[in-house]
């Protein structure tokens, strides 16, 4: 599995590869596959995935809604052409979830599973870090500006992306792998990944380039990264406690670890 992420792709060569790689409609995978498929688990099995799936719907809308303030604010051109493609892209995710449940689930609350160790993270975290660029937008301070633009694309494309959506995107192979099941669900999740790629191409470069102009704001970074660093055993045991597709919850958290300090290294922090 590579999880690298390359500077050789400018926002705009991302922006063109978006216009004709993320226009896969969510709505035409078919489905009926699964369905049958979920038929055959045990409630504790349904439980397990459901969880994952609700989780990364959670996420999935909150980057839709927290993309904004970043495009509204970065000042190239080029990037906020980027973005628009990426916020599209978030929301086609998110959708795609909403019909998982749909059609295969069925009716999932999936807030009953934002416990505070992906809340916060997720939804209530990134929220501020978006409202911090309103906030510097408006008092006019450029300082404050550069540096919530920063935290943001570090915990954004750095955390969510980068760490948490990446190791999230193994369950689903693991579980294919391990059962044979849910191949549809890998489907999706496969095109997903592919625009998360550019989405983490174009966050890692952007983030890598404001530590080298302003190496002032490495230390803050620095200190979002070692703080998700430690939270990733307990959100690790969350998804993996209890257990009952059987799936190899160490080999999840290695990844984990390794995408972490591969991100670190790509912001130039390691
Ligand atoms: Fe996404
Ligand atoms: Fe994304």
């Not at 969880?51 to 839709?64: H, Q």
């Amino acid at each position: 599995m590579s999880t690298a992420t390359h500077s050789t792709k400018s926002p705009r060569q991302l922006y063109s590869m978006a216009k004709s790689l993320g226009i896969w409609d969510p709505a035409k995978i078919d489905l009926t596959e699964d369905t049958g498929h979920w038929q055959r688990l045990n409630r504790e099995q349904r439980e397990q995935l459901i969880k994952v799936c609700a989780l990364f719907y959670e996420g999935e809308v909150s980057v839709s809604d927290t993309l904004a303030w970043f495009m509204l604010a970065v000042p190239e051109l080029e990037r906020r052409m980027f973005l628009s493609t990426q916020i599209f892209e978030e929301v086609k995710h998110a959708e795609f979830f909403e019909r998982y449940f749909q059609e295969v689930c069925g009716t999932v609350d999936t807030t009953a599973y934002l416990v505070p160790e992906y809340k916060g993270v997720l939804l209530d975290e990134l929220r501020q870090r978006g409202e911090a660029i309103g906030a510097a937008l408006t008092n006019g301070k450029n300082g404050d500006l550069g540096l919530s633009l920063t935290l943001f694309a570090a915990h954004y494309m750095g955390v969510v992306e980068g760490v948490m959506a990446l190791t999230g995107y193994e369950f689903f192979e693991d579980l294919l792998a391990k059962t044979g099941m849910f191949p549809r669900l890998l489907e999706g999740i496969k095109l997903i990944r592919a625009d998360e790629g550019r989405h983490l191409v174009h966050g890692m470069d952007y983030l890598r380039e404001q530590l080298e102009q302003h190496p002032e704001y490495a230390a803050p970074v620095r200190e979002l990264f070692m703080r998700e660093a430690a939270n990733i055993p307990r959100r690790t045991d969350i998804i993996f406690t209890p257990n009952p597709l059987g799936l190899d919850r160490n080999r999840i958290q290695e990844i984990s670890y390794a995408n972490h300090a591969q991100r670190m290294r790509e912001a130039g922090l390691a």
